[in-house]
């Protein structure tokens, strides 16, 4: 069994900064590829980043320059730096990870976190 458990979310001013992290636990054999998504009300789930193991990152368009993801291989945990957050990037932040399990170690699944709550507001 595997957890991706979040933390870091809250209220911030629009220009402010958050740090989401994510931990992964359980019957963990591997990890590839971490990522962040987000969904604002009555919008679809978006990927927001993603860093594979050797650290190759991707963003979205929206945060280039603002968000920085990195991750921690023997901590499992994943992390997103957010600069610069702006009234649009308020969302759920959910944490989503490519884990294989000591049960079928050859075998990765899709894990997500709950979710923690952005707000940007003044």
């Known amino acids: 069994q595997v957890q991706l458990v979040e933390s870091g979310g809250g209220l911030v001013q629009p220009g402010g900064s958050l740090r989401l992290s994510c931990a992964a636990s359980?019957?963990?054999?591997?990890?590839?590829?971490m990522g962040w998504y987000r969904q604002a009300p009555g919008k679809e789930r978006e990927m927001v980043a993603s860093?594979?193991?050797?650290?190759?990152?991707n963003y979205a368009d929206s945060v280039k320059g603002r968000f920085t993801i990195s991750r921690d291989n023997a901590k499992n945990t994943v992390y997103l730096q957010m600069n610069s957050l702006k009234p649009e990037d308020t969302a759920v932040f959910y944490c989503n990870a490519a884990i294989a399990t000591r049960h079928y170690p050859s075998i990765y699944g899709n894990y997500w976190g709950q979710g923690t709550q952005v707000t940007v507001s003044s």
């Open positions: 359980g019957s963990i054999f591997s990890i590839n590829a």
């Open positions: 860093i594979t193991r050797s650290g190759f990152t």
